[in-house]
């Protein structure tokens, strides 16, 4: 039976974790030909020693240096050939009966693209994973001062997504969660991998940003659950508050690669008043002000730079 299916998992330090990920997509993907390609980005741990071991399981590439996410993804899509991939996080586990569902939906039309399962946290509570893209000021807004309490909740649920939705129907969706996608190969050889001007975090966003642009129908399957541990690996990289740092500058490239000028300003007005009533109020309620007061200040930085017509980081990718 010829492989339809490539699983891609990065690694980077996925210690314990890329193990079980691993285990997970040994014991529930029986009877589906698949190949499991793992992209290695120069991991210390152990684990790329561990994953050289696996023999003709784990199709291993190792790279010399720390590619980043999107990289390390397009690699594996240019040394794949099947009709199928499916991108998953080295924090992640797929459950019994996740990849039949996913093939089974992204089947069901050849319009659809891509299709997200529903993701669960550790602790089996639901990981927001659909959302709205891309961002506008109202949301900006309406998230910042906790607004949405005056909406009724079906509404805000439909409207807004994220994480004032149950995630139960299955639905399109303009944003998933790139933890874990199921991925046409008609797709990648139509708008191309991501973008590797993003290091980590963002590439996502833009991506599903230009799948959806092309006329590919993105679909949620709530039927699919994924367990998505989350961040792992970052923090033995970066502080939380680094993290955060990195988090929005990946943002704001986001908004100079993908958005209109006018778009974008509407998103950092809004985000430099909601960050400053924060900051704000933190100070007079003598609450810590460390995050509210970097963000404001990459606000502001990065709207006076977006004003002046002046557009940093764009060729390369922010670490």
Request: charged letters at 20%; glycine letters at 8%; hydrophobic letters at 40%.
């Amino acid at each position: 039976m010829s492989v339809e299916l490539s699983i891609i998992v990065v690694n980077w330090n996925g210690g314990e974790l890329i193990k079980r990920c691993l285990d997970s997509v040994r014991r529930h993907s029986a009877g589906i030909p698949i190949e499991l390609i793992v992209v290695d980005n120069l991991s210390t741990d152990g684990s790329r020693e561990w994953l050289s071991s696996q023999g003709e399981f784990v199709k291993l590439i190792s790279n010399d240096e720390n590619a980043g996410f999107a990289r390390a993804s397009n690699q594996a899509f240019a040394t794949s050939t099947t009709p199928f991939l499916f991108l998953l996080n080295s924090d992640a586990e797929i459950h019994e009966g996740t990849l039949d569902t996913l093939l089974a939906t992204i089947r069901s039309s050849t319009g659809i693209g891509v299709v997200g399962p529903r993701l669960i946290n550790s602790d089996g509570s639901l990981q927001a994973s659909v959302w709205r893209n891309p961002p506008t000021p109202f949301e900006t807004l309406i998230n910042g001062f906790r607004l949405y309490k005056l909406i009724p909740k079906e509404i805000r649920a439909r409207t807004l997504l994220g994480f004032h939705w149950d995630h139960t129907q299955r639905r399109s969706a303009r944003l998933l969660s790139g933890a874990a996608l199921m991925i046409r190969r008609k797709v990648i050889e139509d708008v191309g991998g991501f973008d590797e001007r993003f290091h980590m975090y963002g590439e996502d966003t833009e991506w599903c940003f230009r799948v959806v642009r092309a006329g590919w129908t993105m679909m949620f399957e709530p039927a699919a659950t994924v367990t998505h541990h989350g961040g792992a690996s970052t923090t033995q990289r970066w502080t939380s508050l680094e993290k955060r740092r990195i988090e929005y500058l990946s943002f704001f490239q986001f908004q100079r690669v993908a958005l209109s000028k006018r778009l974008a300003i509407g998103n950092l007005v809004a985000g430099l008043f909601t960050t400053s009533a924060q900051l704000w109020w933190r100070r007079l309620t003598r609450q810590p002000v460390a995050e509210p007061s970097m963000v404001s200040q990459l606000y502001r930085k990065e709207l006076q730079s977006m004003l002046m017509g002046s557009r940093p980081n764009d060729s390369g990718p922010i670490k």
